[in-house]
């Protein structure tokens, strides 16, 4: 079993897309044991971004990851990293497969309305970011 983070972001709980993304999550098999929706604060973005702080686009992600609120939960499942990054597919949606949520949803490179943690290290540092122990039910 393993946890991942994921995290629906503004500009798909703007156009009303949580129910419809969570709905292609549990349909593939990834169990919910977390989640809240949060606005996050500049600070939050930026620590949470801290990774990408020398990239160009650094400043414009935390513009939009701030921009409204966002829903983050934990995901659960046999190789569940790999699994979610799957069924994100391709950062920039003009990429992403067929039937993943970026190809579904997504607006562009920035605005590709998922976040999933990338490893096994991150994935235990992202759900931290978020949640504690108390939060996660299972
Ligand atoms: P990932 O979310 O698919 O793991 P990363 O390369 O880790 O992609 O980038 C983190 C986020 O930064 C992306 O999901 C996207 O919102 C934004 N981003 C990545 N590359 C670009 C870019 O070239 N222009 C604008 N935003 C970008």
């Not at 949470?48 to 934990?74: C, N, Q, W």
């Given at each position: 079993?393993?946890?991942?983070?994921?995290?629906?972001?503004?500009?798909a709980?703007?156009?009303?897309?949580?129910?419809?993304?969570?709905?292609?999550?549990?349909?593939?098999?990834?169990?919910?044991?977390?989640?809240?929706?949060?606005?996050?604060?500049?600070?939050?973005?930026?620590?949470?971004?801290?990774?990408?702080?020398?990239?160009?686009?650094?400043?414009?992600?935390?513009?939009?990851?701030t921009?409204?609120?966002?829903?983050?939960?934990?995901?659960?499942?046999?190789?569940?990293?790999?699994?979610?990054?799957?069924?994100?597919?391709?950062?920039?949606?003009?990429?992403?497969?067929?039937?993943?949520?970026?190809?579904c949803?997504?607006?562009?490179?920035?605005?590709?309305?998922?976040?999933?943690?990338?490893a096994?290290?991150?994935?235990?540092?992202?759900t931290?970011?978020?949640?504690?122990a108390?939060?996660?039910?299972?």
């Amino acid at each position: 079993m393993e946890r991942t983070l994921s995290i629906i972001k503004p500009d798909a709980v703007e156009r009303n897309l949580s129910g419809a993304i969570l709905k292609m999550i549990q349909d593939s098999g990834l169990k919910v044991v977390a989640m809240k929706m949060i606005q996050l604060s500049t600070a939050e973005a930026e620590g949470f971004y801290a990774v990408h702080k020398e990239r160009p686009f650094f400043r414009s992600l935390v513009d939009f990851m701030t921009s409204g609120p966002v829903v983050v939960s934990i995901l659960e499942g046999d190789d569940a990293i790999a699994k979610y990054r799957k069924l994100m597919g391709a950062t920039n949606p003009a990429n992403a497969e067929e039937g993943t949520i970026r190809k579904c949803y997504a607006l562009d490179i920035e605005k590709n309305s998922v976040h999933g943690s990338d490893a096994p290290e991150t994935a235990a540092v992202e759900t931290g970011y978020f949640f504690s122990a108390l939060e996660m039910v299972g």
